[in-house]
């Protein structure tokens, strides 16, 4: 009988404060991103362990290898606490080889993470600016995301075995300046040409590196801030006249390729919700009411990979 094995701790939230800033980051001219103060981070973290160390555990009830979830837990904050965590691919390898090196029977492991974004509003203090004060709330639906799979190399180093970076949960709308034209209709088809339509898109874009150590900001200035690609997709969505979403995001794609070389694949999972149109003024066609649309929704993805 064969077994594959892993276990873990997920959900561990962790809040951060001072860590070591983003810099170096290469601008792009979609975004105004040039970096983070990280003043405060924050991050939904979860690990994932693998290793045929465990087996006796699954088979016969012997934990003496096995680390608890809730020691998981604990070890996960106290590197959090001196990690520089500059971004969150960095703080994950920090934290996963921190458990690599201290539990020699964990094989491998994956390190899984999302941003948890409170960006920093500035307001003035008794004295003005000079004794200002940073507030953080929270002001956007979409977050950073990053996967490293890691593993411990025959001389006890520890390697990339896979990665990816991701921007989710981007929500995207316009008025104008898209299309659904000329697809293929038969007696099932009811749904009508539109060229030109309202648009609004909910959308995951994932990218991988060619060299995994950009990803972990072995060079700053090869790092590929999460930001900086939410920017740019949303530029591409209001700048590019797109006949369908397949269109839209193959053309972000063929973007984020341009703008970073270092990149080997960007992927997207977006889904349609186009509002359902309701009415429509008489006077000035411009004028509409729509609703929220009724399930099942739009599914599209696009992988694109350098040659």
Known sequence: MRHEIRYGKANVTVYRTHAEQLTGVTPIRESPFRGRDNTLVAAEIEVVVRGEAFLDAYTKGDNRLVVATD????????????????????WLIEVGTGFLDTYPHMERLSMIGRDLPFPA????????????????????????????????????TVRITDHESGRRGLQLIKITGSAFADFARDEHTTLPERPDRPLYIWCDIGWRYADASHAVLADPSRYVATEQVADLATAVFHEFVSLSIQHLVNEIGLRMLDRWPQLAEV?????????????????????????DPRPPFGHIGLVLRRD
Do not use: Q
């Open 71 to 90: 020691t998981m837990k604990n070890f996960i904050h106290a590197v959090s606490l001196r990690a520089r965590a500059r971004s969150l691919e960095e």
């Open 121 to 156: 509003t500035v307001v003035p203090g008794d004295d003005g600016f000079e004794g200002s004060e940073r507030l953080f709330g929270r002001d956007r639906c979409d977050y950073g995301s990053a996967r490293l799979d890691l593993a411990r190399t025959e001389d006890g």
């Open 267 to 291: 992927s997207f999972d977006a889904e349609n919700r186009l509002w359902d149109l309701v009415a429509e003024s008489s006077a000035d066609p411009r004028v509409k009411t729509y609703a």
